[in-house]
Antibody, heavy 119, light 107 residues
Framework: EVQLVESGGGLVKPGGSLRLSCAAS????????MNWVRQAPGKGLEWVSS????????YYADSVKGRFTISRDNAKNSLYLQMNSLRAEDTAVYYC????????????WGQGTLVTVSS | DIQLTQSPSFLSASVGDRVTITCRAS??????LAWYQQKPGKAPKLLIY???TLQSGVPSRFSGSGSGTEFTLTISSLQPEDFATYYC?????????FGGGTKVEIK
């Protein structure tokens, strides 16, 4: 069974940093691109970042470029999101997601981890 | 960047109604469009991919159509469990944008 479990969320002050993790199981993690998607309270979904299977290709939304860094450790079946210079508008539930059984869609999602940026 | 505009943003409907949601892309995306359903406090669930392919396990009352810049999600007969928020997503470019969402509520 495919499982994606996010962790690392919490309360952080503006300007602070936080590192999110996503532990993957039930599939060959090293073969698939991975993604982060976020959702601010009461708002819609926002794609944040993607990383290819071997980390050769990395993409960011303009809203986080230069502040967030996506990475992965295929030996540990884990995806990460290092978030620096956090702002109030980064407050959201952060989901990791991937495309496994289908192409061009996110068919598996984690349960999400809440990041709150507030003083 | 490709923008996706969903309409309507809010829809009030009754059980048994036929419901149609539209997603328009700011430039052509071929058929690289997916639809998701999200219920409060839950992760999104994939309904449709490649514009019209039903995800395994999704009821056949859901269908998708379109290509290029205009897409639709149709629920042929709305069921109580379908009251949720629906999002489209484009995967034509590597900035995988989502539409703003359509909340379907009970009339």
């Amino acid at each position: 069974e495919v499982q994606l479990v996010e962790s690392g969320g919490g309360l952080v002050k503006p300007g602070g940093s936080l590192r999110l993790s996503c532990a993957a199981s039930g599939f060959t993690f090293s073969s698939y691109s991975m993604n982060w998607v976020r959702q601010a309270p009461g708002k819609g979904l926002e794609w944040v970042s993607s990383i290819s299977s071997s980390s050769s290709y990395i993409y960011y939304a303009d809203s986080v470029k230069g502040r967030f860094t996506i990475s992965r450790d295929n030996a540990k079946n884990s995806l990460y999101l290092q978030m620096n210079s956090l702002r109030a508008e980064d407050t959201a539930v952060y989901y990791c997601a991937c495309s496994i059984a289908v192409a061009a869609a996110f068919d598996y999602w984690g349960q999400g981890t809440l990041v709150t940026v507030s003083s | 960047d490709i923008q996706l505009t969903q309409s309507p943003s809010f829809l009030s409907a009754s059980v048994g109604d036929r419901v149609t949601i539209t997603c328009r892309a700011s430039q052509g995306i071929s058929s690289y469009l997916a639809w998701y359903q999200q219920k409060p406090g839950k992760a999104p669930k994939l309904l449709i991919y490649a514009a019209s392919t039903l995800q395994s396990g999704v009821p056949s009352r859901f269908s998708g159509s379109g290509s290029g810049t205009e897409f639709t999600l149709t629920i042929s007969s709305l069921q109580p469990e379908d009251f949720a928020t629906y999002y489209c997503q484009q995967l034509n470019s590597y900035l995988f944008t989502f539409g703003g969402g359509t909340k379907v509520e009970i009339k």
